[in-house]
């Protein structure tokens, strides 16, 4: 079977990995490196640079923790970012990252193109390189993985000085000032909480009552606590309309008439799936009206032989369910066995400080749901180990239903939460119950712990 996949992200990469161990002719075409904006721009720059946010955040407890510099002095007074030293490695990281996945796809037979790629119909790709020179490709199988771009307000491009979204944002080389991150979904929330951890004046402009409005609300005020705790000044229910330029810095008005200043601008209002400009149209694949490529349970548009995997479906945007969706297109396409995506066992983290990771049922959904569900939260600022490593905020919650104990979901928000989720989501994936997560070992001290005893007093609730 030939197979040709546009888009080298996660949802196209991790699809050509299972093409081609399962036998087929597999060529895939992407305008930049390997890994896609997920590893260029997205996850892994933005989750590299909050690991230096991080190590800032441990200079602060040091003093509490008996660490001082040499003559008695604390080293949070002594602590300053150099910002060229931090989108060095950022970019290094990204970049190193790319090309391990490069050759990791290269040694399984799959041929890579570096270049532009439309379809003329919907077994024909047309591949037009840099210098212009083009060619036809055919293929039984067309997988279509080009992910998404970040929005912005028209008239207020970015321009990589002053105004940046995440794809300018590592050729900022000096700590700005006074940062106005527009958007307080993840990407907002992430960006706000490194800055303000690397001395920047932050000022958060958020649409809604409460930041991170997708996520569990007792989880977002724990992170506006802490955001405002470290200074960074949240404007509440604004958003931003349009941005001037000064010759040293940017004033934002938002659609209140109010104007925030700063010296830069950040956009972090969401992404648009980058369907534009593929020959969908020529292919008779439909799209919607904001650009995505609607797919079922294994990723099949509505044209047979045309698949859609990733950020460009519009649906959940995280690197993990491009990949899922890619490798279920090719199980498909194959005629392998393919479990249909399941979007109720997703997990998925946003790396604050603490960080907050969910999996499954959210507080909303249980709001309407019919089903009865028992929760229980515990503190982190109870857990043995959560004090030895002075970590005070957060909690660890799960959700069960009444009766047969079945885990639903859980969110924990704790320092390491994006590993701390695992066995959850291992438990609401397998539709394991509270017994059968109470019985297993933890480790003690672990902030594990806490989640085992909350499974503990889920099975006497239950
Ligand atoms: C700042 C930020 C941080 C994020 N952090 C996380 C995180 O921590 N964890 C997480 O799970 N998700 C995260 N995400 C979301 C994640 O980055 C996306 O969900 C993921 O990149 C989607 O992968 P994809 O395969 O659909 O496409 P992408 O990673 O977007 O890759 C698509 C590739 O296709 C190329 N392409 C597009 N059109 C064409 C064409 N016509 N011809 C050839 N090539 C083309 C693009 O240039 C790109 O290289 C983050 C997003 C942002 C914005
Ligand atoms: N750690 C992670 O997994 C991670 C990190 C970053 C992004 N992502 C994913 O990438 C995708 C994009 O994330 P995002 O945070 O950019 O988008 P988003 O759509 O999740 O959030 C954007 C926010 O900006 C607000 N907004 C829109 N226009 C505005 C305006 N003019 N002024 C002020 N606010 C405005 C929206 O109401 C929304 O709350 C999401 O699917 C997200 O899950 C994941």
Known sequence: MRIVIIGGGPGGYEAALVAAEHGADVTLISREGLGGNSVLW???????????????????????????????HDLATRTEIDMNAVMDRVQGLAFNQSADISKKVGRTG??????EARLLDPQTVEVEHRGGRSYRVSADIVLIA????????PGCEPDGDRVFTSRELYDLRELPERLIVIGSGATGAEYAHAFARFGSEVHLIS????????????????????????????????RAADIERGADGV???????????????????????????????????????????????????????????GDVTGSMMLASTAAMQGRNAMWHALG???TPFRDDAVAKCIFTEPEVATVGMTAEDIAQSQVPVRTVSLPIARNPRAKMRELSEGFIKLHAMAGSGLVLGGAVVSAQASDLIAPVSVA?????SVQQLAYAFTVYPSISGSLQEAARQLMDRA
């Not at 992910?147 to 912005?152: A, D, K």
């Not at 209002?269 to 439909?286: D, E, K, W, Y």
Request: charged share 25%; aromatic share 4%; hydrophobic share 40%.
């Open 42 to 72: 997205d996850c892994v720059p933005s989750k590299a640079l909050i690991v230096s946010a991080e190590a800032m955040g441990w200079m602060q407890s040091a003093k509490r923790l008996g660490v001082r510099l040499e003559g008695g």
């Open 110 to 115: 799959v041929e890579i193109i570096e270049a």
């Open 146 to 153: 080009t992910g998404s771009n970040p929005r912005t307000l």
């Open 207 to 238: 649409s809604r009552d409460q930041i991170l409005p997708s996520e569990d609300p007792d989880a977002a005020a724990v992170i506006e606590d802490s955001f405002e705790r470290w200074g960074m000044v949240i404007h509440r229910r604004k």
């Open 251 to 309: 004033r934002v008005e938002t659609t209140e008439g109010e104007w925030v200043e700063g010296t830069h601008a950040l956009f972090c209002i969401g992404q648009i799936p980058a369907s534009g400009g593929l020959g969908l149209a020529a292919a008779g694949v439909h799209v919607t009206d904001r650009d995505a490529i609607p797919v079922d349970g294994v990723s099949r548009t509505n044209v047979p032989t045309v698949y859609a995997a």
């Open 336 to 338: 392998q066995a393919v």
């Open 428 to 432: 609401v994936h397998n539709r394991l």
